[in-house]
């Protein structure tokens, strides 16, 4: 069990929570609320978005995945994971396309020109799916920081976070996300240095052993490596968070901000995997990350890992809110686009997360990993539609969907020992074997549907870039 100073940790996080209710502006504006602008119409600058960009991705479980694969797969792991931050550069591709060659103004207006209504509804369902365990992931990992499932520490952390993050956000929506986020990713940005500081100046620490800690090419860290190269593509498109930011500035700026958000995201989990591979070269018979770092580098250590995660999991709350509202009120017009409505939207995904995090099932758990492994539907969308700019038929989109959630199921019950259907057929036995095995199939037959549906002409009314 790791020891944190929890002292020091709430009044710092107090403290950091001040901090961002007085930061965080109070909006009367829709266009303020769901797109971000200021009083005068003004859009974030190239700085406020790449932070914003860069804390929403570097959220609190994914930090502790970087140090967990680094800790188990050594650089094989630091270095799977670190791959999916190359969203940012295909991200901006897609977004880059959808706006100035195809002149759309978000992902649904696209997919609904294109497939009609059940495509913008299949991926409704599916970012709606994303949203609710982004929610639920990052409270989770909160509550495991202050303690164990079910202690009073537990419970009551993971209610001051949301309800603190939840204020802030239904006061400024979108605007009181990105002004957040600035403060939030500075702390991060010093916080995680701070760590790998210490772990880089430990006496322990050798290049020439973290470098050779992953000597096994058949090693579920190289496996995992190759699944990411596969999914970076279609990853961002179901990532709401990412493309809300790629629509409310120009052209220039967004560019800018994806391209300096993929170098520094990319460098910082690459920082906390390598914690985890220090850790997993000196483990012991400790099992556990958390608890090597903490004899490995002490009490002050963990009380900064304990406020980078927890400061990382407020900064990309405030962002799946906001998008959630947008997504809700915006996209899919459930309502009058208005802050009461983007507030409303916004409590029911909390209580939505917060149910989830206190069902106390280990299956919810592994369902975050259906929603990425579903947005393998979105890659010939990507190829065929986006980039290349061609019609398919509609047929080609659903049968595509549906065999992308019948393989992300299949996962989920092969990875939670339901099934073993994989394993038989392939003779694979690790999950990560396994998930390589349905990213396979997920692409090919996907691809196999838009190559038959694919219409002799290219879509019509298509703008030049």
């Known amino acids: ?83 999916y931050y190359g969203s940012f550069l295909t991200g901006w591709l897609i977004v880059d396309r959808l706006r100035y060659r195809h002149g759309a103004g978000n992902i649904q207006g696209f997919l609904a020109a294109r497939f009609g209504p059940w495509g913008s509804g299949c991926f409704n369902l599916l970012i709606s799916l994303r949203l609710l365990t982004e929610v639920f992931a990052n409270l989770l990992v909160v509550g495991m920081v202050f303690g164990v499932a079910g202690s009073a520490a ?34 991060l940005l010093v916080l995680i240095l701070v760590l790998a500081a210490m772990a880089l100046g430990h006496p322990l620490f050798d290049w020439g052993a973290v470098l050779a800690s992953s ?19 279609s990853y961002p498109l179901h990532d709401p968070v990412m493309m809300d930011r790629g629509f409310i500035a120009d052209r220039s700026t967004t560019r800018r901000s994806f391209i300096h958000a993929f170098w520094l995201s990319a460098l910082l989990i690459l920082a906390f995997g390598l914690l985890g591979v220090f850790a997993g070269l000196h483990g012991g018979e400790d099992q556990d990350v958390l608890v090597t770092l903490q004899r490995l580098l002490g009490a002050p250590a963990m009380l900064v890992l304990g406020l980078t995660l927890v400061i990382s999991a407020a900064s990309t709350l405030d962002s799946t809110l906001s998008s959630a ?3 809700m009120v915006v996209d899919m017009g459930l309502g009058r686009s208005s802050t ?15 149910a989830l995090v206190f069902t106390g099932s280990h299956d919810l758990f ?41 393989g992300a199921v299949l996962y989920f019950l092969e990875k ?29 037959s996907g691809l196999l549907c838009f190559a038959l549906g694919l219409k002799p002409r290219a879509v019509i009314g298509e703008q030049q870039a």
């Not at 009461?340 to 917060?354: D, I, K, P, V, Y």
């Not at 010939?380 to 700019?389: E, K």
């Not at 020992?417 to 057929?425: H, N, V």
């Open 1 to 83: 069990m790791v020891d944190l100073p929890l002292t020091a940790l709430i009044g710092t996080l107090a403290l950091v929570g001040l901090a961002s209710l007085w930061l965080a502006p109070r909006v009367r504006t829709a266009d303020g609320f769901f797109a971000g602008r200021d009083e005068q119409g003004a859009q974030p600058g190239v700085l406020t978005l790449t932070f914003s960009q860069v804390t929403t991705w570097i959220f609190a479980r994914s930090l502790l995945n970087a140090a967990i694969l680094g800790y188990l797969f050594g650089i094989a792991g630091a270095l799977a994971y670190t791959a």
């Open 154 to 187: 537990y419970t009551w952390s993971i209610l001051a976070v949301a309800g603190l993050t939840l204020a802030y956000s239904m006061g400024g929506g979108l605007r009181a996300s990105l002004h957040t986020d600035v403060l939030q990713m500075g702390l």
């Open 215 to 233: 000597p096994d090419w058949s090693s579920p860290g190289w496996i995992l490596l190759a699944v990411a190269l596969l999914q970076v593509l």
């Open 325 to 327: 509202a947008k997504l």
């Open 340 to 354: 009461r409505n983007g507030r409303l939207a916004m409590a029911l995904f909390a209580l939505g997360g917060l």
């Open 366 to 406: 592994d369902a975050v990993a259906v929603s990425g492994t579903a947005s393998l539907a979105l890659t010939p969308v990507v190829l065929f539609s986006i980039l290349a700019g061609r019609e398919v038929a509609r047929w080609s989109f659903l049968a595509n969907f549906g065999l992308a959630m019948a």
């Open 416 to 444: 939670g020992g339901r099934i073993s259907l994989i394993g038989d057929l392939f003779g694979v036995e690790h999950s990560y074997a396994k998930l390589l095995v349905v990213t396979l199939f997920i692409l090919l």
